[in-house]
């Protein structure tokens, strides 16, 4: 790609003159106002002086982030006018130079879409083809929806699809995915405005409490152990304010199918736990092939396919009880150890009885862990079908948008296979000699959701009778699963209200050490 077009990079925001003299003012009044609350001191600028620059990451960090939903949303705008001067006749280059009028209506000249749209415009001038510059625009812009567009755009150019439906329909897809987001985003505000009051009412009740007692607080910064007791408040209360954002994060990344993706321990190979659980393996193995087993192991294999659809079937089991039993051993022993130590050195005086008590509880220890994990991995089904339950929408979005595009099917499932470990398998299902059918039935009946045995029953069914409705049908349950996204967004932020009380504990911990160990001084004077 040319760099004369004067391409902007929006997965990093860069400040302007102004901007930079405005978030650097920020940062030092911030740092500033923190040293002379919790120090009085201009040691304790020196100190805090870090929190300035996380500042400004912080700022820039969220300024990007609002530049990138700022885009989405006139992007969508601009591919619905597209759509229109499509649908009147334009060349599919034209009518993208035609919605550029449009934009510099909607949001100006110095908007982000219409600098993008000059962009394109000189680049066909310079003989680029619009394919390729639509693919820089959605590799440059971070906005999932306007890379997948230009993908979408490329296929089904080079394909010979249907350019004019599947950008219509791209356009309504994108319009319900960020209507859905924004009902999500707006839900959360009014938790995110309730942070905010309760990170100012520390300040506010301690400036209260200064000007009706004056020198209330003056013990606190007399001497060290007043400036420990002030740097722990400090510790706790950038700990309430760290954790509250985490929270909120993780909601937005639930929200938009980017869980963590749980990673069964027993599976390490690393170190000494690597190690015993290769013991571990051989002792399951042995187990095996004297025809024993252990009590639930089908519903655990059951368990760690949906967690782990990727992986060999038949080694999940002996990777889950090795890890299981190695560890457990390796507990067992560690307690046996200590206790011949204690038992060579004739016992402790008094307690002669100590290493036999320390055996017993290892060994209840490893007991109780190798049951206890089970629970942890049905927690982490819970987890994963959660996550599979949020990830639906765009998997139903994309699929509709291929298909659109001219794309089959099964080369549907080859691109969704490349984000979606799902679709990879149904996809290696297919290639090692299974029918279509079936494996969109295993697609469904593997991920363990309602929403994906409806959706594979739906490709079983046009598979069986070529129903010539599907995509249509499609589009209906990509609508109706947004409606479910922001039912699960209206979940979380329940959910978040009772994981947001931690933080909150957090702060008025810190406004009680300070208001009663000045109190405890005094009594103590």
């Not at 930079?20 to 040691?43: D, P």
């Not at 999940?316 to 204690?342: E, N, P, R, T």
């Not at 004739?346 to 220890?365: K, M, N, S, Y």
């Not at 099964?410 to 059918?437: I, P, V």
Request: charged content about 25%; proline content about 2%; aromatic content about 10%.
């Amino acid at each position: 790609m040319k760099t004369s077009l004067n391409r902007q990079d929006y997965r990093q925001y860069e400040f302007s003159r102004k901007e930079w003299l405005f978030v650097i003012s920020q940062a030092t009044f911030l740092v500033m106002f923190f040293a002379w609350f919790f120090y009085r001191h201009l040691f304790g600028a020196i100190l805090l002086s870090p929190l300035g620059i996380l500042w400004v990451k912080y700022v820039r960090r969220r300024k990007a982030e609002a530049r990138r939903t700022q885009l989405t949303e006139q992007f969508k705008e601009c591919i619905l006018s597209t759509s229109a001067s499509l649908q009147a006749g334009y060349a599919v280059e034209n009518a993208f130079l035609e919605s550029r009028e449009d934009m510099r209506n909607l949001y100006g000249e110095r908007s982000a879409i219409y600098e993008e749209l000059e962009v394109i415009r000189r680049g066909l001038v310079i003989n680029l083809s619009l394919e390729e510059l639509l693919l820089d625009f959605g590799e440059r812009s971070g906005c999932e929806e306007i890379l997948q567009f230009a993908q979408l755009f490329s296929i089904a150019k080079r394909g010979g699809g249907n350019l004019s439906e599947m950008i219509r329909t791209s356009a309504n897809l994108i319009s319900q995915r960020f209507e859905a987001r924004q009902e999500v985003r707006t839900m959360l505000a009014g938790r995110k405005m309730e942070q905010t009051v309760m990170r100012i009412m520390p300040f506010g009740i301690t400036f209260y409490v200064s000007l009706s007692y004056p020198g209330y607080f003056e013990p606190l910064y007399q001497d060290l152990s007043g400036a420990a007791v002030m740097t722990l408040c400090l510790a706790l209360y950038l700990a309430s304010v760290f954790l509250g954002e985490r929270i909120f994060d993780s909601i937005w990344h639930q929200m938009e199918g980017k869980g963590k993706r749980e990673r069964l321990a027993a599976m390490a190979r690393t170190g000494i736990l690597g190690r015993a659980a290769q013991v571990g393996e051989r002792v399951y193995l042995l187990m095996r092939k004297a025809g024993r087993g252990f009590p639930g192991e089908e519903k655990l294999r059951k368990h760690l396919e949906v967690i782990y659809p990727e992986e060999n079937r038949e080694g999940l089991l002996q990777k889950y009880y090795g890890g299981k039993l190695g560890f457990s051993a390796l507990i067992l022993v560690l307690g046996g150890f200590f206790s011949f130590c204690l038992w060579l050195r004739g016992g402790v005086p008094g307690q002669e009885h100590l290493g036999g008590t320390i055996l017993g509880l290892t060994a209840g220890a490893a007991v109780g862990t190798f049951f206890l994990t089970d629970k942890d991995l049905g927690d982490q089904v819970k987890k994963r079908r959660d996550l599979l339950r949020l990830r639906y929408p765009d998997l139903v979005h994309e699929l509709a948008l291929y298909l659109v595009a001219g794309m089959t099917i099964r080369a549907a499932f080859g691109r969704l296979g490349k984000k979606n470990d799902l679709a990879a398998y149904a996809c290696r299902e297919m290639q090692s000699g299974q029918s279509e059918l079936t494996a969109y039935e295993h697609f469904g009946k593997r991920a363990g959701v309602r929403e994906y045995v409806k959706l594979s029953t739906l490709l079983s069914q046009n598979l069986k009778k070529g129903s010539s409705t599907l995509l249509a049908r499609m589009e209906e349950e990509a609508v109706s699963s947004e409606e479910g996204r922001i039912q699960s967004g209206k979940r979380l932020g329940e959910e978040a209200q009772t994981k947001l009380l931690i933080p909150m504990v957090m702060l008025l911990a810190a406004v009680m050490l300070m208001i009663m160990v000045p109190a405890f001084s005094m009594m103590g004077a």
